[in-house]
């Protein structure tokens, strides 16, 4: 029988067609022709019967993006009316000649279908890969191009993803130092025995390309003794990757906030990771020749080198101002809850004085051994900061600090660091001291250190809070009309 007797213009047909979700613009087709009057077709668009006569075909189409494929099967079966069936054959065959047909069409037509599919697939994943591939070289120059344009950056060195997998061992687990919200760090020995450590991006983290770049062009002009120092980068194969000098003291919270390690820190380490810290931010703010908000100041971008040096590191949510600029805002809050100031986290609003403030909140840390998620007082019903406040108001200031701290500990020199810490927390960002004014009171003892008004994010009323709130409530009630109480509802 010939094909084009199927391509009669009596012939029926169905067509079954579906389209992919995923934006792939995957398809298939499949269409069964019956030359007869008598052929069914279920609501799936499937042949499942046809008259005694039947001539039948079935073809299937795929297509993607990156290929074609069409499948085409044909049976016929005679016009002749078939002869009747003796007793002993329909008792031999129970099921009608004609579904044993549609059986063989349907199951070489998904087999077919399956393997166009998984065909397809492999080929726009390679296509994809290959796209990456690019976009990450594209990358990777962009960042050389703006270290070799800018004379104030030093050669970077781009690693290659076989050079950072030798040296961490494949991202072995005995290499791992630790892990951020970014990703993970590891510890890497290079080719030439230089230690180093590996800050892998996560495909999860919220640090895109632009904060990579910026950490790697910002970090790399930043010399100085308490900053950590980058050596070079990796993008390739989808990874990002920082390498940066090896601390082998790993991170301040790595001390602080254990019960057993923070007996390592005494009262003299303590002071000179405070003083380091300190300088470190003084760089940043007044001696750099631009000014460096961080935002992201906490315990755990403290490194510790081999002599308990501090190196402050994590530049990566970092803002450059110009030296005449004072304060910016953005609609996008990043840093660590505990350590953003109320104007910040309410606002948007950032300065030196955010920096200021996270730097008051590790003080308060490095001196009490304490974290900020942690409740504090009787009832277990204060944070960090209104603990130390009520403690300081009340002259018990030496119940705040850390039990560990031998006896030979300054009482006078610890409430003094307390004190300058909370004034670096004050609610209001004007009220707070300048990194320059914070360093002269750490290292003069002799100049006086004001007394500082109540934490941020504090509950608890001052009797002079009271006095103003009720001052506040008589011009509200003489400036409101129709005995309607105004109100302002300010998020905490």
């Known amino acids: 029988m010939k094909i084009g007797s199927f391509l009669t213009a009596s012939q029926k047909s169905k067509q079954q067609s579906h389209n992919d979700d995923d934006g792939e613009n995957l398809g298939f087709s499949l269409k069964i022709l019956s030359g007869s009057s008598h052929s069914i077709v279920d609501n799936r668009g499937i042949y499942t019967g046809v008259g005694e006569e039947c001539e039948t075909s079935a073809s299937m189409t795929v297509h993607l993006p990156a290929c074609l494929a069409r499948v085409l099967l044909l049976a016929a079966c005679s016009r002749e009316s078939p002869a009747s069936p003796s007793p002993q054959e329909e008792e031999n065959n129970g099921q009608p000649k004609w579904r044993l047909l549609v059986i063989i069409l349907t199951t070489t037509a998904t087999i077919a279908l399956l393997l166009c599919l998984l065909v397809c697939y492999l080929r726009t994943r390679k296509l994809r890969s290959k796209v990456i591939a690019k976009k990450l070289e594209s990358k990777a120059k962009n960042i050389a191009a703006a270290g070799d344009s800018n004379s104030s950056v030093p050669n970077l060195q781009a690693f290659s993803l076989a050079d950072i997998e030798a040296a961490t061992n494949k991202f072995s687990f005995e290499n791992k130092l630790g892990e951020g919200g970014y990703g993970p760090v590891y510890k890497g020995l290079l080719s030439n025995g230089n230690e180093i450590a590996v800050k892998k991006l996560s495909k999860t983290s919220t640090q895109g390309f632009e904060e990579f770049k910026n950490e790697v062009m910002l970090t790399a002009k930043l010399q100085h003794v308490n900053l950590v120092r980058v050596l070079g980068f990796c993008i390739e194969s989808d990874e990002q990757m920082l390498m940066y000098e090896y601390m082998p003291n790993k991170s301040l919270d790595f001390y602080l906030f254990d019960p057993i390690r923070r007996g390592l820190l005494d009262w003299k380490k303590r002071i000179d990771i405070i003083e380091g810290v300190t300088q470190g931010l003084l760089y940043l703010q007044e001696y750099s020749r631009m000014i460096i908000i961080h935002r992201d100041l906490k315990s755990s971008n403290i490194l510790l080198d081999g002599e308990m040096k501090p190196k402050i590191s994590d530049f990566g949510m970092a803002r450059i101002f110009k030296k005449d600029e004072h304060e910016a805002n953005t609609d996008r809050i990043v840093?660590?809850?505990?350590?953003?100031?109320?104007?910040?986290?309410?606002?948007?609003?950032?300065?030196?004085?955010?920096?200021?403030?996270?730097?008051?909140?590790?003080?308060?840390?490095?001196?009490?051994?304490?974290?900020?998620?942690?409740?504090?007082?009787?009832?277990?019903?204060?944070?960090?900061?209104?603990?130390?406040?009520?403690?300081?108001?009340?002259?018990?200031?030496?119940?705040?600090?850390?039990?560990t701290l031998d006896d030979t500990t300054s009482s006078c020199k610890l409430i003094r660091c307390m004190q300058i810490a909370l004034l670096c927390v004050q609610e209001n960002a004007i009220d707070r001291p300048s990194m320059l004014e914070v360093s002269s009171m750490l290292k003069n003892e002799t100049i006086v250190v004001t007394n500082p008004k109540k934490s941020a994010f504090s509950t608890i009323r001052d009797e002079g809070d009271e006095k103003d709130s009720r001052l506040q409530a008589l011009q509200l009630e003489i400036c409101s009309v129709d005995d309607l109480t105004i109100t302002q509802v300010v998020a905490r």
């Open 335 to 403: 840093g660590t809850y505990g350590y953003i100031p109320p104007e910040y986290a309410q606002k948007g609003v950032y300065s030196t004085k955010s920096d200021v403030y996270s730097f008051g909140v590790l003080l308060l840390q490095i001196i009490s051994g304490k974290r900020t998620a942690c409740y504090h007082g009787l009832d277990e019903s204060l944070n960090l900061l209104e603990y130390a406040y009520e403690l300081w108001k009340e002259g018990k200031g030496m119940e705040f600090m850390d039990p």
